[in-house]
Protein backbone atom coordinates (compact mmCIF):
# COMPACT_ATOMS: atom_id res chain seq x y z
CA UNK A 1 0.00 0.00 0.00
CA UNK A 2 1.37 3.53 -0.79
CA UNK A 3 1.87 5.62 2.46
CA UNK A 4 4.06 8.52 2.53
CA UNK A 5 5.60 11.20 5.05
CA UNK A 6 2.06 12.52 4.62
CA UNK A 7 0.39 10.22 5.64
CA UNK A 8 2.64 9.88 9.20
CA UNK A 9 2.11 13.74 9.50
CA UNK A 10 -1.50 13.97 9.65
CA UNK A 11 -2.71 10.30 10.22
CA UNK A 12 -4.38 9.77 7.61
CA UNK A 13 -4.58 5.99 5.57
CA UNK A 14 -3.79 6.94 1.63
CA UNK A 15 -1.92 10.90 0.57
CA UNK A 16 -4.96 12.22 -1.25
CA UNK A 17 -6.15 15.40 -0.07
CA UNK A 18 -9.82 16.63 -1.79
CA UNK A 19 -9.47 20.28 -3.41
CA UNK A 20 -11.49 22.60 -1.23
CA UNK A 21 -13.68 23.90 -3.72
CA UNK A 22 -15.87 27.49 -3.23
CA UNK A 23 -19.47 26.34 -2.83
CA UNK A 24 -18.50 22.68 -3.73
CA UNK A 25 -16.29 21.26 -0.71
CA UNK A 26 -19.13 20.73 2.27
CA UNK A 27 -19.24 18.61 4.88
CA UNK A 28 -20.83 15.92 3.05
CA UNK A 29 -18.19 15.64 0.79
CA UNK A 30 -15.25 16.11 3.32
CA UNK A 31 -16.40 13.62 5.75
CA UNK A 32 -16.92 10.90 3.04
CA UNK A 33 -13.20 11.83 1.25
CA UNK A 34 -12.02 11.57 4.97
CA UNK A 35 -14.27 8.51 5.61
CA UNK A 36 -12.19 6.71 2.60
CA UNK A 37 -9.05 7.54 4.04
CA UNK A 38 -7.86 10.95 2.71
CA UNK A 39 -8.09 14.36 3.68
CA UNK A 40 -11.19 15.79 2.94
CA UNK A 41 -11.81 19.53 2.77
CA UNK A 42 -14.33 22.46 3.57
CA UNK A 43 -14.08 25.25 1.41
CA UNK A 44 -14.31 28.14 3.80
CA UNK A 45 -14.39 30.58 0.86
CA UNK A 46 -18.30 31.27 0.49
CA UNK A 47 -18.92 30.98 3.93
CA UNK A 48 -18.51 33.72 6.84
CA UNK A 49 -17.16 32.91 10.31
CA UNK A 50 -20.81 31.46 11.82
CA UNK A 51 -21.72 28.96 8.57
CA UNK A 52 -18.14 27.96 8.84
CA UNK A 53 -19.03 26.92 12.51
CA UNK A 54 -22.00 25.24 11.18
CA UNK A 55 -20.33 23.33 8.29
CA UNK A 56 -17.48 22.10 10.76
CA UNK A 57 -20.32 20.84 13.26
CA UNK A 58 -21.76 18.93 10.78
CA UNK A 59 -18.43 17.65 9.54
CA UNK A 60 -17.45 16.52 12.57
CA UNK A 61 -20.85 14.76 13.09
CA UNK A 62 -20.03 12.36 9.96
CA UNK A 63 -16.57 11.86 10.53
CA UNK A 64 -14.34 11.03 13.36
CA UNK A 65 -10.92 10.88 10.88
CA UNK A 66 -9.06 13.71 9.98
CA UNK A 67 -9.67 16.90 7.88
CA UNK A 68 -9.02 20.24 6.90
CA UNK A 69 -10.39 23.62 5.72
CA UNK A 70 -9.62 25.50 2.36
CA UNK A 71 -9.00 29.50 3.34
CA UNK A 72 -9.46 31.13 0.17
CA UNK A 73 -7.69 34.29 0.89
CA UNK A 74 -9.30 36.59 -1.32
CA UNK A 75 -12.71 36.03 0.37
CA UNK A 76 -14.44 38.97 2.02
CA UNK A 77 -14.53 36.82 5.51
CA UNK A 78 -11.04 35.61 5.58
CA UNK A 79 -10.57 37.36 9.24
CA UNK A 80 -13.66 36.23 10.70
CA UNK A 81 -12.97 32.24 9.19
CA UNK A 82 -9.65 32.83 10.38
CA UNK A 83 -10.49 33.17 14.11
CA UNK A 84 -13.09 30.32 14.14
CA UNK A 85 -10.57 27.95 13.08
CA UNK A 86 -8.57 28.88 15.84
CA UNK A 87 -11.58 28.74 18.10
CA UNK A 88 -12.84 25.16 16.52
CA UNK A 89 -9.02 23.07 16.33
CA UNK A 90 -9.46 22.53 13.15
CA UNK A 91 -6.59 19.93 12.65
CA UNK A 92 -5.31 21.59 9.09
CA UNK A 93 -5.70 24.35 7.02
CA UNK A 94 -4.95 24.86 3.46
CA UNK A 95 -4.76 28.22 1.75
CA UNK A 96 -5.12 29.71 -1.60
CA UNK A 97 -6.06 33.19 -4.10
CA UNK A 98 -3.17 34.84 -1.51
CA UNK A 99 -0.37 35.05 0.41
CA UNK A 100 -1.16 33.22 3.95
CA UNK A 101 1.62 34.95 6.39
CA UNK A 102 -0.34 37.06 8.15
CA UNK A 103 -2.24 33.81 9.26
CA UNK A 104 0.53 31.06 9.69
CA UNK A 105 2.31 31.65 12.78
CA UNK A 106 -1.37 32.31 15.25
CA UNK A 107 -2.46 28.99 13.74
CA UNK A 108 0.24 27.40 14.15
CA UNK A 109 0.29 28.44 17.82
CA UNK A 110 -3.37 27.26 17.98
CA UNK A 111 -2.09 23.51 16.96
CA UNK A 112 -3.35 23.70 13.41
CA UNK A 113 -1.20 22.29 11.00
CA UNK A 114 -0.64 24.66 8.14
CA UNK A 115 -0.56 23.63 4.50
CA UNK A 116 -0.45 26.15 1.57
CA UNK A 117 -1.17 26.08 -1.94
CA UNK A 118 1.41 27.21 -3.86
CA UNK A 119 1.95 28.36 -7.71
CA UNK A 120 5.27 29.77 -7.36
CA UNK A 121 8.91 28.40 -5.84
CA UNK A 122 9.18 31.91 -3.99
CA UNK A 123 5.98 31.70 -1.97
CA UNK A 124 7.00 28.12 -1.01
CA UNK A 125 10.01 29.33 0.36
CA UNK A 126 8.24 32.11 2.57
CA UNK A 127 5.43 29.81 3.73
CA UNK A 128 8.39 26.80 4.44
CA UNK A 129 10.09 29.31 6.41
CA UNK A 130 7.13 30.44 8.29
CA UNK A 131 6.45 27.36 9.49
CA UNK A 132 4.07 25.72 7.14
CA UNK A 133 3.84 21.78 7.99
CA UNK A 134 3.64 21.02 3.81
CA UNK A 135 2.55 22.36 0.93
CA UNK A 136 0.56 22.38 -2.29
CA UNK A 137 1.99 23.27 -5.58
CA UNK A 138 -0.32 23.58 -7.59
CA UNK A 139 0.22 24.16 -11.21
CA UNK A 140 -1.71 25.92 -14.08
CA UNK A 141 -3.94 22.84 -15.30
CA UNK A 142 -6.21 22.95 -12.71
CA UNK A 143 -9.46 24.13 -12.43
CA UNK A 144 -10.54 27.28 -10.52
CA UNK A 145 -7.52 30.22 -9.61
CA UNK A 146 -4.34 29.16 -11.14
CA UNK A 147 -1.04 30.50 -11.48
CA UNK A 148 1.37 30.81 -14.45
CA UNK A 149 3.67 27.51 -13.92
CA UNK A 150 2.40 24.31 -14.87
CA UNK A 151 2.88 21.09 -12.39
CA UNK A 152 5.71 19.03 -13.78
CA UNK A 153 7.95 21.91 -13.66
CA UNK A 154 6.70 23.17 -10.87
CA UNK A 155 6.27 20.47 -8.10
CA UNK A 156 10.29 19.43 -8.66
CA UNK A 157 11.36 22.91 -8.25
CA UNK A 158 9.43 23.58 -4.97
CA UNK A 159 10.45 20.12 -3.88
CA UNK A 160 13.97 21.19 -4.47
CA UNK A 161 13.38 24.45 -2.82
CA UNK A 162 11.94 23.37 0.98
CA UNK A 163 12.69 20.69 3.36
CA UNK A 164 8.88 19.82 3.98
CA UNK A 165 6.72 17.40 2.25
CA UNK A 166 5.33 18.87 -0.94
CA UNK A 167 2.09 17.75 -2.56
CA UNK A 168 1.14 17.97 -6.57
CA UNK A 169 -1.80 19.30 -7.66
CA UNK A 170 -2.96 20.49 -11.40
CA UNK A 171 -3.85 17.28 -14.10
CA UNK A 172 -3.69 14.75 -11.54
CA UNK A 173 -7.13 12.51 -11.78
CA UNK A 174 -6.04 9.14 -11.67
CA UNK A 175 -3.40 6.68 -10.47
CA UNK A 176 -0.82 7.63 -13.56
CA UNK A 177 -1.35 11.35 -12.86
CA UNK A 178 -0.37 9.92 -8.89
CA UNK A 179 2.46 7.80 -10.02
CA UNK A 180 4.04 10.84 -11.75
CA UNK A 181 3.86 13.11 -9.05
CA UNK A 182 5.75 10.77 -6.42
CA UNK A 183 8.39 10.32 -9.60
CA UNK A 184 9.18 14.45 -9.25
CA UNK A 185 9.73 14.16 -5.55
CA UNK A 186 6.35 15.04 -4.19
CA UNK A 187 4.35 13.11 -0.91
CA UNK A 188 0.97 12.87 -2.26
CA UNK A 189 -1.61 14.66 -4.43
CA UNK A 190 -4.79 17.43 -4.09
CA UNK A 191 -7.79 16.84 -6.81
CA UNK A 192 -10.23 18.90 -7.27
CA UNK A 193 -12.28 17.86 -10.60
CA UNK A 194 -11.93 13.90 -10.04
CA UNK A 195 -14.01 14.63 -7.07
CA UNK A 196 -16.61 16.79 -8.78
CA UNK A 197 -18.26 13.60 -10.12
CA UNK A 198 -18.57 11.58 -6.74
CA UNK A 199 -21.47 10.42 -5.52
CA UNK A 200 -21.22 12.44 -1.82
CA UNK A 201 -20.29 15.52 -3.96
CA UNK A 202 -23.81 18.20 -3.94
CA UNK A 203 -23.30 19.73 -7.29
CA UNK A 204 -25.95 20.18 -9.57
CA UNK A 205 -26.42 17.25 -11.75
CA UNK A 206 -25.89 19.56 -14.75
CA UNK A 207 -22.14 20.33 -13.91
CA UNK A 208 -21.03 16.97 -13.33
CA UNK A 209 -22.83 15.87 -16.30
CA UNK A 210 -20.47 18.30 -18.12
CA UNK A 211 -17.29 17.11 -16.50
CA UNK A 212 -17.68 13.91 -17.73
CA UNK A 213 -18.71 15.14 -21.08
CA UNK A 214 -15.16 17.12 -21.47
CA UNK A 215 -12.31 16.41 -23.42
CA UNK A 216 -9.04 17.48 -23.44
CA UNK A 217 -9.94 21.32 -25.20
CA UNK A 218 -13.31 21.89 -22.97
CA UNK A 219 -11.72 24.60 -20.56
CA UNK A 220 -10.45 28.23 -20.88
CA UNK A 221 -8.90 30.74 -18.68
CA UNK A 222 -10.41 33.82 -18.13
CA UNK A 223 -9.66 37.09 -15.28
CA UNK A 224 -5.81 37.31 -16.30
CA UNK A 225 -6.73 41.20 -16.88
CA UNK A 226 -8.30 41.74 -13.70
CA UNK A 227 -5.21 39.49 -11.65
CA UNK A 228 -7.65 36.26 -10.82
CA UNK A 229 -7.19 33.71 -14.13
CA UNK A 230 -9.63 30.98 -13.40
CA UNK A 231 -10.23 27.78 -15.33
CA UNK A 232 -13.71 26.28 -16.26
CA UNK A 233 -15.35 24.48 -18.71
CA UNK A 234 -15.91 26.37 -21.99
CA UNK A 235 -19.52 27.65 -21.81
CA UNK A 236 -21.72 30.72 -22.94
CA UNK A 237 -20.35 32.56 -19.94
CA UNK A 238 -16.68 32.05 -20.62
CA UNK A 239 -17.08 33.42 -24.10
CA UNK A 240 -18.86 36.48 -23.42
CA UNK A 241 -16.68 36.64 -20.22
CA UNK A 242 -13.29 36.78 -23.05
CA UNK A 243 -14.89 38.87 -25.26
CA UNK A 244 -15.57 41.83 -22.62
CA UNK A 245 -11.97 40.77 -21.07
CA UNK A 246 -10.60 41.79 -24.71
CA UNK A 247 -12.68 45.11 -24.50
CA UNK A 248 -11.17 48.09 -23.79
CA UNK A 249 -14.03 50.06 -22.77
CA UNK A 250 -14.86 47.45 -20.18
CA UNK A 251 -13.46 48.20 -16.96
CA UNK A 252 -11.98 46.25 -14.51
CA UNK A 253 -15.08 47.02 -11.57
CA UNK A 254 -17.17 45.83 -14.50
CA UNK A 255 -15.22 42.40 -15.38
CA UNK A 256 -15.35 41.96 -11.48
CA UNK A 257 -18.73 42.41 -11.43
CA UNK A 258 -19.67 40.07 -14.44
CA UNK A 259 -17.97 37.19 -12.64
CA UNK A 260 -19.75 37.54 -9.32
CA UNK A 261 -22.13 34.83 -8.45
CA UNK A 262 -21.38 33.16 -11.67
CA UNK A 263 -19.95 29.84 -9.52
CA UNK A 264 -22.83 29.49 -7.13
CA UNK A 265 -25.14 29.44 -10.25
CA UNK A 266 -23.11 26.54 -11.73
CA UNK A 267 -22.98 24.54 -8.43
CA UNK A 268 -26.26 25.14 -6.93
CA UNK A 269 -28.40 25.56 -10.12
CA UNK A 270 -26.75 24.50 -13.44
CA UNK A 271 -26.99 27.41 -15.07
CA UNK A 272 -24.88 26.77 -18.10
CA UNK A 273 -25.76 30.05 -19.99
CA UNK A 274 -24.20 32.26 -16.67
CA UNK A 275 -22.99 29.99 -14.29
CA UNK A 276 -18.98 29.46 -14.27
CA UNK A 277 -18.12 25.49 -14.30
CA UNK A 278 -14.89 25.64 -12.65
CA UNK A 279 -13.04 22.31 -13.70
CA UNK A 280 -9.51 21.20 -14.81
CA UNK A 281 -7.67 20.43 -17.99
CA UNK A 282 -7.84 16.86 -16.34
CA UNK A 283 -11.47 16.19 -17.40
CA UNK A 284 -11.01 14.47 -20.35
CA UNK A 285 -10.16 11.48 -17.89
CA UNK A 286 -13.21 11.67 -15.77
CA UNK A 287 -16.01 9.39 -17.06
CA UNK A 288 -17.71 8.18 -14.37
CA UNK A 289 -19.62 8.76 -10.94
CA UNK A 290 -18.15 7.01 -8.46
CA UNK A 291 -17.90 6.80 -4.60
CA UNK A 292 -15.09 9.14 -3.22
CA UNK A 293 -14.19 5.68 -1.74
CA UNK A 294 -14.42 4.14 -5.06
CA UNK A 295 -12.26 7.27 -6.81
CA UNK A 296 -9.21 6.99 -3.93
CA UNK A 297 -8.96 3.30 -3.74
CA UNK A 298 -8.83 3.19 -7.72
CA UNK A 299 -6.43 5.67 -8.03
CA UNK A 300 -4.43 4.51 -5.16
CA UNK A 301 -4.19 0.55 -6.54
CA UNK A 302 -3.36 2.05 -9.91
CA UNK A 303 -0.66 4.09 -8.73
CA UNK A 304 1.11 1.08 -6.69
CA UNK A 305 0.54 -1.12 -9.82
CA UNK A 306 2.25 1.87 -12.43
CA UNK A 307 5.59 2.38 -9.56
CA UNK A 308 5.64 -1.43 -8.94
CA UNK A 309 5.99 -2.22 -13.32
CA UNK A 310 8.56 0.95 -13.43
CA UNK A 311 10.40 -0.38 -10.59
CA UNK A 312 10.91 -3.73 -12.60
CA UNK A 313 12.34 -2.41 -15.77
CA UNK A 314 15.00 -0.96 -14.16
CA UNK A 315 16.00 -4.96 -12.63
Sequence with gaps: MIRSKICDLLGIKYPVFQGGMAWVADAELAAAVSN???????????????????ELKKL?????????????????FV???????????????????????????????AGTRVIPVVA??????MVAKRGASAIIAEGGESGGHIGEAHTMPLVPQVVDAVDIPVLAAGGIADGRGMAAAFMLGAEGVQMGTRFLV??????????KDEVIKANDGSTSVNGRRIGHPARALKNPFTKLFSEREKDVNAT????????????????????WENG??????????????????????????????????????CE
Design 276 to 313: SFLCGQIAGLVKKEQSCKEIIEEIVMEAEQILKTAASR
Design 198 to 207: AHECNVHQKY
Design 120 to 125: SVSLAK
Design 79 to 109: QEVAEVIIEEKVPVVTTGAGNPLPYIKKWID
Design 252 to 271: DEELTQFGTGALRKAVKEGD
Design 60 to 76: RSLTDKPFGVNVMLMSP
Design 36 to 54: AGGLGIVAGMNMNGEQLRA
